[in-house]
């Protein structure tokens, strides 16, 4: 008896709906990294009208700077910091609101408003309310005792960052940590509070675990914001001073290469940063999604 194979007619109407995404990312994302690859092999003259081919040498200049050094290490440390606040504060903030009776409408509005101001302007406003000669918050913070100078003090300048970062990646964690809490369903709940009486070890026991995913979706959005979306909040806040201290890799990219119109060092330091962000994309589904119990 012959085989009969089922064959399944193809249209070519799902291909026109994702051909535009196929093209924007085509051109704004892997024409772009082509690009990058291809330039940091390149050392080119700021006007453009020439350029060499170096190898290794953009990549071995790196590495051998201890100023991009330092900007890697502190832009892994700031991405950490800004995360793991951005993420426990806004957890803690979604559990409360979650536990309002009254009011829960006007509370959720006031915990979210902060997610539709710009980056650059979340950072304007910072620097107007620390501002040493009219900032409100500065004045609070000397009289309170603490010397602030984020223009000479590289810890100063730093904490006023993840002041700011956290502030704005806040509403986004907790309309999500919100709906996770409130997807959990009523038996569910009702079932702990019969077998556990303390809400403490209730929430960590039951609750936790069942925001796991949503959990881990976010800690994945909040490290490319600490990565590449505080690019606003350090040009309008420090620029990278005192001395480069506040300079994370992006903002170091801007700087090599727009200010500094070196195309070649800032392609490279543009590789290495998406190898990196890649890296820990990877490390994240490998290792961490495998914890997660959908």
């Known amino acids: 008896m ?4 089922v064959q ?11 051909t535009p995404q196929m093209v924007i990312i085509g051109i704004f994302f892997i024409w772009p990294a082509l690009q990058a690859g291809y330039l940091s092999f390149m050392l ?24 991009y050094l330092y900007s890697l290490i502190f832009s892994v440390v700031f991405s950490a910091i ?10 803690i903030l979604a559990v409360k609101a979650n536990a309002v009776l ?16 710009a980056p650059a302007v979340a950072g304007i406003t910072a620097y107007f309310m620390f501002n040493r000669h009219i900032g409100v918050m500065y004045d609070f913070l000397q009289n309170s ?23 704005k990646q806040i509403p986004v964690n907790f309309v999500f940590f919100l709906a996770g809490l409130q997807g959990i369903p009523k038996a569910v709940r009702e079932a702990a509070a019969l077998d556990c009486k303390s809400p403490t070890r209730r929430f960590w026991t039951i609750t936790f675990p069942l925001l796991a995913p949503t959990g881990f979706f976010l800690m994945v959005i909040n490290i490319t914001y600490a990565f590449f979306d505080t690019f606003g909040i350090i040009d309008t806040v420090t620029q990278g001073t005192p001395g480069g201290r506040t300079t994370t890799l992006v903002y170091k990219v801007y700087q090599d290469g727009f200010l500094g119109a070196d195309l070649g060092l800032s392609s490279a330091q543009s ?10 994309t ?13």
């Open 271 to 280: 590789v290495v940063l998406m190898l990196l962000v890649l890296s820990l």
């Open 102 to 117: 009254h009011g829960q409408t006007a509370y959720r509005v006031l915990l979210t408003w902060v997610y539709a101001i």
């Open 8 to 18: 399944f007619s193809h249209s070519l109407i799902p291909y026109l709906f994702i």
């Open 44 to 67: 080119e003259d700021p006007w453009g009208m020439s350029r060499e081919f170096v190898g290794l040498e953009n990549y071995q200049y790196l590495f051998n700077s201890s100023e």
């Open 2 to 5: 012959a085989n009969k194979r």
């Open 145 to 167: 005792g603490w010397d602030f100078t984020p223009e000479s003090d590289a810890f100063d300048a730093t904490a006023l960052l993840i002041l700011v970062s956290v502030w």
């Open 282 to 294: 990877f490390v994240q589904f490998r290792f961490i999604e495998r914890k997660i119990h959908y």
């Open 82 to 91: 800004v995360a793991a606040l951005s993420l426990g504060l806004a957890l």
